[in-house]
């Protein structure tokens, strides 16, 4: 904080810290304007290049409809990390698979797919507005990959294992240079074992599948809830049963329920456990 005392400028605390981190600078007296402003220059240099250093790995699990990608979105801007959204890369195999017709409601056909999967090729990219979308072999497909279709093809798609390996490669081989924030329901446990800051997401099943209709009816859908929290249901059995990487908390990770709690709280909570 500056304070002006007799004519002369003086800073008695500054904290550098709009995350949590502790950085300040402390009794500097006799400073004028434009010195002030070469000290605070500096010290965000030398933070900013400190950070750089001390980049992390972040692994964001849990159910489905918990706000994972909420949060990790969140966490990824203000730590200005690259945020991956491992649940788009399985609902577009799913996608894929759908538009071939390999995937329907009763089957799976594994060996087209299985013959196909190193020719998918998935890809982020953030538009104006500052949001990422997914895209399939260069074509746009985040409306399409958001369905309640698509979800459900996603968790049967999730089960089978040369699936899973693929992916987790590509996954893996992003986050080889840190500063990734990646959500799922096995990254802490398969993806990123070794994260730094592993969080689990869960809220109960009828917040969730509130959640789920508010976003369907926002895009303009006209949802049941009752079948969106069946949907919900089926899904969790999947994921937590299924013989691939099952969903589970990590043993290292920090659980949070959400089901009370709002997005701002949320993110707050998990930058204090980035910067104690």
């Known amino acids: 904080m500056v304070v002006e005392k007799g004519g002369k400028t003086e800073i008695k605390r500054l904290s550098l810290n709009k995350i949590g981190c502790a950085l300040r600078l402390r009794s500097a007296y006799h400073l004028g304007k434009t010195q002030i402003n070469l000290v605070l220059h500096s010290a965000c240099t030398i933070f900013a290049k400190y ?24 966490l990824a801007k203000k730590l200005n990390y690259i945020y991956i959204d491992s649940g788009a890369m399985y609902r577009t195999i799913a996608l894929y698979a759908i538009k071939k017709g390999w995937l329907t ?61 693929e992916l987790v490669r590509q996954q893996q081989e992003i986050g080889r240079k840190k500063g990734v924030v990646m959500d799922g329901r096995d990254i802490g446990t398969v993806v990123f074992p070794d994260a730094e800051l592993k969080l689990f997401l869960t809220a109960s099943p009828e917040v969730r599948a509130k959640r789920r209709f508010d976003e369907l009816v926002a895009k303009g859908e006209n949802p049941n809830f009752e079948d969106v929290l ?44 980035i910067y104690p």
């Open 51 to 74: 950070m750089e250093k001390k980049k992390i790995n972040i692994a964001v699990d849990g159910f489905s409809s918990c706000g994972k990608s909420t949060i990790a979105k969140g």
């Open 105 to 165: 409601e009763t089957e799976i056909d594994e060996m087209s797919l299985k013959k196909a999967i190193s020719s998918i090729k998935i890809s982020f990219k953030t538009n104006a507005e500052g949001q990422q979308e997914t895209f399939l072999n260069d074509e746009n497909v985040e409306n399409e990959i958001r369905t309640l279709e698509v979800a459900d093809g996603a968790s049967r798609i999730s089960a089978i294992g040369f699936v899973r390996k």
């Open 230 to 273: 069946k949907n919900l249901k089926e899904r969790d059995l999947r994921d937590t049963t299924r013989s691939e990487s099952p969903l589970y908390k990590a043993d290292d990770a920090i659980e949070l329920d959400n089901s009370d709690v709002t997005i701002e709280e949320q993110l707050e909570w998990a930058i204090q456990k």
